[in-house]
């Protein structure tokens, strides 16, 4: 005779306590640790090189790199002035998980970093749904992507602590009507801060990073 | 693609609990999973029909919920799922406040074999 046995637990919920001990470390060292989640050519390397020049002398940034496959970004990011650059190769596995960033932590020394900038392989579907121990998830979009992000993807949009729109300066070019994007964004979080940048002509990058480094130091207590 | 993950992490998580429970065998698994989460019902049972081999939960099947997307609608003081639609209220228009984004991933329950 068979049993049915209540549970009622995450599916995921051995990859949550993982995070939570990368949690953990970050927190010790004194580090943030930001998730950055986006689409394939939405401009996360990008992002992270533009980053790394804004805060040049102000934090020392640690780059964890997820791909398919290769090291080119990781090449790309140590150029443009990373402290260290870890990369994690995810053989066709289309999301970090949690595991894969404490086997990149065992290779970054965090007390030499103040914050950690997790390149998540580019997707928007499924690497929500994977907790890394980040503090910050990041979400960016690009205006070539058009505003139906939201729409198809709500659950990045809700999850997320910031939302950064890159390639503003082509706006005029592509179809991204910013009166459909926001009231979709807002409908699905109403309080994430919400940037538009060029990575290209590096508008909005100042801000961006002045609000990354003022969370830097509220993590820190400072 | 990503069912091969979630299968992964599932038959780690049923096999404990049956194990935990003195079961000989894991029947069925019941998932709850939101519209939104991108999961595909046959694609998880293949991925997890090749992980789960040798474990407690070999030949389980796998019964799954779905939860949808629910928005509030403040001024007309209801509650609605926009389908797939963007997420304006299909009475007055607005846009809502989301209450549930369709990403629920749990498991519910187990059906075992003593």
């Known amino acids: 005779m068979s049993t049915h046995v209540k549970i009622i637990t995450h599916l995921l919920a051995s990859n949550e306590q993982a995070a939570e001990r990368n949690r953990a470390r970050f927190r010790a060292a004194g580090v943030l640790a930001v998730n950055i989640i986006a689409g394939p050519g939405a401009g996360k390397t990008s992002m992270i090189t533009a980053l790394l020049r804004a805060l040049h002398g102000q934090a020392r940034i640690g780059v964890i790199e997820g791909d398919i496959a290769g090291s080119i970004d990781t090449e790309k990011v140590l150029a443009a002035g990373a402290g260290d650059a870890v990369q994690i190769n995810t053989g066709g596995n289309c999301h970090l998980e949690a595991g894969m960033v404490q086997q990149a932590l065992e290779q970054l020394d965090l007390t030499a970093l103040d914050i950690v900038l997790i390149e998540n392989v580019g997707n928007l579907v499924c690497p929500t749904h994977w907790a890394l121990g980040e503090q910050i998830k990041l979400c960016l979009v690009s205006a070539a992507e058009g505003h139906d992000k939201p729409i198809k993807y709500p659950d990045t949009f809700s999850v997320s602590d910031v939302i950064v729109v890159n390639k503003i300066d082509l706006i005029e070019l592509v179809d991204f009507e910013r009166a459909l994007f926001y009231p979709a964004v807002r409908a699905l979080n109403p309080t994430a801060p919400l940037f538009e940048i060029s990575c290209r002509t590096g508008q909005g990058v100042a801000g961006l990073a002045s609000w990354m480094h003022a969370r830097l130091r509220h993590e820190r207590g400072e | ?114």
């Open chain 2, 1 to 114: 693609m990503h069912e091969l993950s979630i299968a992964a992490y599932l038959l780690e998580a049923v096999d404990g609990h049956a194990r935990q429970l003195g079961a000989s065998r894991i029947l069925t698994i019941n998932l709850l999973v939101g519209t939104r989460a991108g999961v595909v019902d046959e694609s998880l049972q293949f991925s997890f029909d090749m992980l789960a081999p040798g474990t407690l939960a070999e030949g389980a099947r796998i019964v799954t919920r779905r939860s949808g997307m629910r928005f509030h609608c403040a001024g007309c003081a209801t509650d609605y799922d926009p389908g797939d639609g963007d997420f304006r209220c299909p009475h007055c228009g607005t846009f809502g406040q989301v209450v549930d984004d369709g990403s629920s991933l749990l498991i519910e329950s187990i059906e075992i074999d003593p």
